[in-house]
T-cell receptor, first 115, second 110 residues
Framework: SAVISQKPSRDICQRGTSLTIQCQVDSQVTMMFWYRQQPGQSLTLIATANQGSEATYESGFVIDKFPISRPNLTFSTLTVSNMSPEDSSIYLC????????????FGPGTRLTVL | DAKTTQPPSMDCAEGRAANLPCNHSTISGNEYVYWYRQIHSQGPQYIIHGLKNNETNEMASLIITEDRKSSTLILPHATLRDTAVYYCIVTQEGYSTLTFGKGTMLLVSP
């Protein structure tokens, strides 16, 4: 299994500002995923972040709004840029179980509130 | 990926078996059925998956119908800590991206 931590666990931000969320894994992984969970909703995949290459974004998500860094095999960041109240969500990162891509381990999430 | 349909909510008494259904009538031959759950304020947790045979692990059992158009997740002796949203996901092995539906909110009561 993999242990994943996220920072911050929660934050309250003003509209127009940006927040960078960190995801740290206790083992080296090639792929990392970022999800968004809006209030009362299910999870939606934002992007896939492979180390050494540009992140791949899902439909409806763009790099200018959600830039992602993947500097090494254990760490990634997601930035929520120019925030609006609609960005208030829980943001989660996940990594696949080695050899079992669809068995994913999830971080605890970052609860973001934008005022 | 095939679409799944789950009841929005279910109740279960503590100690009884919880049987959570999932309909995936458009599943194709190379797609697997995965189950995850999300306890309040936590990230989702992988439970079990299967292709066409029934599967069992320390957490649950997965029963897939012969035509593979539906499945049931069974928690044999539900506890209060099993209260969570349970997601049924159909995806190709190795495809890695997961599409979460609305899931079933299971409430286990004393």
């Amino acid at each position: 299994s993999a242990v994943i931590s996220q920072k911050p666990s929660r934050d309250i931000c003003q509209r127009g500002t940006s927040l960078t969320i960190q995801c740290q894994v206790d083992s080296q992984v090639t792929m990392m995923f970022w999800y968004r969970q809006q209030p009362g909703q299910s999870l939606t995949l934002i992007a896939t972040a492979n180390q050494g290459s540009e992140a791949t974004y899902e439909s409806g998500f763009v790099i200018d709004k959600f830039p992602i860094s993947r500097p090494n095999l254990t760490f990634s960041t997601l930035t929520v840029s120019n925030m609006s109240p609609e960005d208030s969500s829980i943001y989660l990162c996940s990594v696949p179980n080695r050899g079992h891509d669809n068995e994913q381990f999830f971080g605890p999430g970052t609860r973001l509130t934008v005022l | 990926d095939a679409k799944t349909t789950q009841p929005p909510s279910m109740d279960c008494a503590e100690g009884r078996a919880a049987n959570l259904p999932c309909n995936h009538s458009t599943i194709s031959g190379n797609e697997y059925v995965y189950w995850y759950r999300q306890i309040h304020s936590q990230g989702p947790q992988y439970i079990i998956h299967g292709l066409k045979n029934n599967e069992t692990n320390e957490m649950a059992s997965l029963i897939i119908t012969e035509d593979r158009k539906s499945s049931t997740l069974i928690l044999p002796h539900a506890t209060l800590r099993d209260t969570a949203v349970y997601y049924c996901i159909v995806t190709q092995e190795g495809y890695s991206t997961l599409t979460f539906g609305k899931g079933t909110m299971l409430l286990v009561s004393p």
